[in-house]
Protein backbone atom coordinates (compact mmCIF):
# COMPACT_ATOMS: atom_id res chain seq x y z
CA UNK A 1 0.00 0.00 0.00
CA UNK A 2 2.16 2.92 -1.59
CA UNK A 3 0.62 6.54 -1.27
CA UNK A 4 -0.52 7.99 -4.57
CA UNK A 5 2.01 10.56 -5.99
CA UNK A 6 0.30 14.02 -6.03
CA UNK A 7 2.98 16.71 -6.42
CA UNK A 8 3.29 19.16 -3.30
CA UNK A 9 2.12 22.47 -3.99
CA UNK A 10 0.78 24.12 -7.69
CA UNK A 11 -0.33 27.68 -8.22
CA UNK A 12 -1.96 29.72 -10.53
CA UNK A 13 -3.91 33.02 -11.17
CA UNK A 14 -7.40 33.83 -11.00
CA UNK A 15 -9.58 32.78 -14.04
CA UNK A 16 -7.01 30.52 -15.30
CA UNK A 17 -7.41 26.87 -15.27
CA UNK A 18 -5.15 24.39 -13.31
CA UNK A 19 -4.92 20.40 -13.29
CA UNK A 20 -3.51 18.01 -10.48
CA UNK A 21 -2.46 14.74 -10.97
CA UNK A 22 -2.74 11.52 -8.85
CA UNK A 23 -0.34 8.72 -9.99
CA UNK A 24 -0.75 5.10 -8.53
CA UNK A 25 0.08 1.79 -10.19
CA UNK A 26 -2.00 -0.69 -12.21
CA UNK A 27 -3.39 -2.69 -8.31
CA UNK A 28 -5.31 1.10 -7.78
CA UNK A 29 -5.58 3.75 -10.20
CA UNK A 30 -5.05 1.97 -13.64
CA UNK A 31 -7.18 -1.23 -12.14
CA UNK A 32 -10.97 0.53 -10.81
CA UNK A 33 -12.53 3.37 -11.93
CA UNK A 34 -12.81 4.35 -8.62
CA UNK A 35 -10.81 7.42 -8.16
CA UNK A 36 -11.80 10.01 -5.29
CA UNK A 37 -11.26 14.11 -4.92
CA UNK A 38 -11.26 16.13 -1.77
CA UNK A 39 -10.95 19.79 -0.87
CA UNK A 40 -9.83 20.10 2.46
CA UNK A 41 -9.12 24.21 3.93
CA UNK A 42 -6.90 24.41 6.75
CA UNK A 43 -8.37 23.31 10.08
CA UNK A 44 -11.61 21.99 8.25
CA UNK A 45 -12.62 18.77 7.67
CA UNK A 46 -11.79 17.21 3.62
CA UNK A 47 -15.01 17.72 0.93
CA UNK A 48 -15.92 15.09 -1.44
CA UNK A 49 -15.85 17.00 -4.87
CA UNK A 50 -15.54 14.20 -7.38
CA UNK A 51 -15.52 10.59 -7.19
CA UNK A 52 -15.67 7.37 -9.67
CA UNK A 53 -13.14 9.54 -11.47
CA UNK A 54 -15.12 11.98 -13.01
CA UNK A 55 -18.78 12.17 -11.06
CA UNK A 56 -19.15 15.18 -8.63
CA UNK A 57 -21.69 15.11 -5.92
CA UNK A 58 -24.28 17.28 -5.46
CA UNK A 59 -23.99 20.57 -4.63
CA UNK A 60 -20.31 20.61 -6.24
CA UNK A 61 -19.52 23.19 -8.56
CA UNK A 62 -18.96 21.92 -12.44
CA UNK A 63 -15.66 24.27 -12.65
CA UNK A 64 -14.40 20.93 -11.08
CA UNK A 65 -13.60 17.87 -13.18
CA UNK A 66 -11.73 14.64 -13.28
CA UNK A 67 -10.57 12.18 -15.71
CA UNK A 68 -8.14 9.52 -15.48
CA UNK A 69 -5.72 8.29 -18.48
CA UNK A 70 -3.83 4.77 -17.06
CA UNK A 71 -2.47 4.76 -13.71
CA UNK A 72 -2.72 8.46 -13.58
CA UNK A 73 -6.14 10.18 -12.24
CA UNK A 74 -6.41 14.16 -13.11
CA UNK A 75 -7.89 17.20 -11.33
CA UNK A 76 -8.86 20.39 -13.15
CA UNK A 77 -10.24 23.38 -11.87
CA UNK A 78 -11.73 26.03 -14.18
CA UNK A 79 -12.23 29.33 -13.56
CA UNK A 80 -10.23 29.34 -10.46
CA UNK A 81 -11.40 31.16 -7.90
CA UNK A 82 -9.60 32.62 -4.60
CA UNK A 83 -11.42 30.41 -2.40
CA UNK A 84 -10.18 27.40 -4.55
CA UNK A 85 -7.17 27.44 -2.40
CA UNK A 86 -6.45 24.66 -0.50
CA UNK A 87 -5.13 21.06 0.18
CA UNK A 88 -6.31 18.75 -2.62
CA UNK A 89 -5.96 14.91 -2.01
CA UNK A 90 -6.74 12.29 -4.18
CA UNK A 91 -7.88 8.38 -3.37
CA UNK A 92 -8.37 5.17 -5.35
CA UNK A 93 -9.41 1.74 -4.22
CA UNK A 94 -6.45 -0.69 -4.41
CA UNK A 95 -8.13 -3.92 -3.90
CA UNK A 96 -9.03 -6.39 -0.85
CA UNK A 97 -11.22 -3.57 0.76
CA UNK A 98 -8.32 -1.37 1.16
CA UNK A 99 -8.05 2.28 -0.42
CA UNK A 100 -5.10 4.69 -0.41
CA UNK A 101 -4.46 8.34 -0.32
CA UNK A 102 -2.38 10.78 -2.47
CA UNK A 103 -0.05 12.77 -0.26
CA UNK A 104 -1.53 15.93 -1.10
CA UNK A 105 -1.02 19.02 -3.35
CA UNK A 106 -1.35 22.63 -1.54
CA UNK A 107 -2.88 24.92 -4.05
CA UNK A 108 -2.11 28.47 -4.01
CA UNK A 109 -4.39 31.06 -5.57
CA UNK A 110 -1.80 33.98 -6.52
CA UNK B 1 -28.89 15.78 7.44
CA UNK B 2 -25.73 13.70 8.09
CA UNK B 3 -23.81 13.67 11.47
CA UNK B 4 -20.48 11.67 12.58
CA UNK B 5 -19.46 12.70 16.32
CA UNK B 6 -16.18 10.82 17.34
CA UNK B 7 -15.21 9.99 20.81
CA UNK B 8 -12.78 8.60 22.90
CA UNK B 9 -9.28 10.28 21.77
CA UNK B 10 -6.79 11.94 23.98
CA UNK B 11 -3.77 11.27 25.27
CA UNK B 12 -1.95 7.74 25.81
CA UNK B 13 1.42 6.14 26.25
CA UNK B 14 2.85 3.70 23.59
CA UNK B 15 2.16 0.52 23.97
CA UNK B 16 -1.11 1.05 25.62
CA UNK B 17 -5.03 1.25 24.19
CA UNK B 18 -7.77 3.27 23.08
CA UNK B 19 -11.09 2.81 21.84
CA UNK B 20 -12.81 5.70 19.27
CA UNK B 21 -16.54 5.75 18.95
CA UNK B 22 -18.56 7.74 16.34
CA UNK B 23 -21.95 8.43 16.54
CA UNK B 24 -23.83 8.37 13.14
CA UNK B 25 -27.25 9.99 12.50
CA UNK B 26 -29.13 11.49 9.30
CA UNK B 27 -28.51 8.44 7.15
CA UNK B 28 -29.20 5.06 7.21
CA UNK B 29 -26.48 3.50 8.53
CA UNK B 30 -26.89 0.00 8.01
CA UNK B 31 -26.64 0.53 4.47
CA UNK B 32 -23.17 2.27 3.74
CA UNK B 33 -19.71 1.01 4.77
CA UNK B 34 -17.66 3.11 6.84
CA UNK B 35 -14.14 4.40 7.33
CA UNK B 36 -11.65 5.50 9.55
CA UNK B 37 -9.16 7.79 8.09
CA UNK B 38 -6.58 10.00 10.42
CA UNK B 39 -4.03 12.90 9.33
CA UNK B 40 -0.87 13.16 11.72
CA UNK B 41 -0.78 17.27 12.70
CA UNK B 42 0.15 19.26 9.93
CA UNK B 43 0.49 16.20 7.57
CA UNK B 44 -1.84 14.46 4.78
CA UNK B 45 -4.90 11.67 4.67
CA UNK B 46 -4.29 7.93 5.55
CA UNK B 47 -6.79 6.10 5.34
CA UNK B 48 -6.73 3.27 7.78
CA UNK B 49 -9.67 0.83 8.07
CA UNK B 50 -13.19 0.08 6.21
CA UNK B 51 -16.14 -2.13 7.40
CA UNK B 52 -19.03 -3.32 5.06
CA UNK B 53 -22.51 -2.46 6.21
CA UNK B 54 -22.77 -5.90 7.37
CA UNK B 55 -19.35 -6.14 8.39
CA UNK B 56 -18.53 -9.03 6.34
CA UNK B 57 -16.03 -6.99 4.14
CA UNK B 58 -13.29 -5.15 5.97
CA UNK B 59 -9.86 -3.86 5.06
CA UNK B 60 -7.15 -2.00 6.89
CA UNK B 61 -3.79 -0.06 6.24
CA UNK B 62 -0.49 -2.00 6.27
CA UNK B 63 0.46 0.25 9.16
CA UNK B 64 -2.24 -0.66 11.39
CA UNK B 65 -2.84 -4.08 10.45
CA UNK B 66 -3.20 -6.56 13.53
CA UNK B 67 -3.37 -3.51 15.87
CA UNK B 68 -6.08 -1.79 15.00
CA UNK B 69 -9.89 -3.60 15.35
CA UNK B 70 -12.37 -2.05 13.48
CA UNK B 71 -16.54 -2.72 14.15
CA UNK B 72 -20.17 -1.66 14.13
CA UNK B 73 -23.02 -1.93 16.09
CA UNK B 74 -25.81 -1.39 13.50
CA UNK B 75 -28.50 -1.23 16.25
CA UNK B 76 -26.45 1.94 17.43
CA UNK B 77 -25.35 3.34 14.49
CA UNK B 78 -22.35 3.33 15.71
CA UNK B 79 -18.50 2.74 14.53
CA UNK B 80 -15.57 1.96 16.46
CA UNK B 81 -11.82 1.61 16.16
CA UNK B 82 -9.99 -0.56 18.77
CA UNK B 83 -6.47 0.63 18.61
CA UNK B 84 -3.87 -1.50 21.19
CA UNK B 85 -0.51 -1.31 21.20
CA UNK B 86 -0.02 2.59 19.96
CA UNK B 87 3.12 4.05 18.86
CA UNK B 88 3.88 7.53 18.37
CA UNK B 89 3.75 7.80 14.84
CA UNK B 90 -0.10 6.91 15.41
CA UNK B 91 -0.31 10.19 16.77
CA UNK B 92 -3.16 12.17 14.68
CA UNK B 93 -6.85 13.53 14.15
CA UNK B 94 -9.14 10.38 13.49
CA UNK B 95 -11.65 11.24 11.51
CA UNK B 96 -15.04 8.81 11.22
CA UNK B 97 -16.49 9.02 7.29
CA UNK B 98 -19.29 7.26 5.52
CA UNK B 99 -18.73 5.63 1.99
CA UNK B 100 -20.74 7.23 -0.69
CA UNK B 101 -22.71 4.71 -2.42
CA UNK B 102 -24.55 1.15 -1.13
CA UNK B 103 -22.93 -0.52 -4.20
CA UNK B 104 -19.36 -0.25 -5.28
CA UNK B 105 -16.51 -0.07 -2.80
CA UNK B 106 -17.10 3.67 -1.92
CA UNK B 107 -14.91 5.93 -0.51
CA UNK B 108 -15.50 8.57 2.12
CA UNK B 109 -18.08 11.55 1.37
CA UNK B 110 -19.23 12.78 4.60
CA UNK B 111 -16.74 13.22 7.30
CA UNK B 112 -16.90 13.71 11.24
CA UNK B 113 -15.09 16.38 12.34
CA UNK B 114 -12.42 13.97 14.23
CA UNK B 115 -10.95 13.18 17.52
CA UNK B 116 -7.22 13.81 18.42
CA UNK B 117 -5.35 10.97 19.35
CA UNK B 118 -1.73 11.70 21.07
CA UNK B 119 0.68 9.28 21.59
CA UNK B 120 3.43 10.21 23.77
CA UNK B 121 5.44 9.09 27.30
Known amino acids: QSALTQPASVSGSPGQSITFSCTGT?????????VSWYQQHPGKAPKLIIYEGSKRPSGVSNRFSGSKSGNTASLTISGLQAEDEADYYCCSYAGNNTFVFGGGTKLTVL | EVQLVESGGGWVQPGRSLRLSCAAS????????MHWVRQAPGKGLEWVSSISWQSASIGYADSVKGRFTISRDNAKNSLYLQMNSLRAEDTALYYC??????????????WGQGTLVTVSS
Open chain 1, 26 to 34: SSDVGNYNL
Open chain 2, 26 to 33: GFTFDGYS
Open chain 2, 97 to 110: TKGYSVVVPASPDY
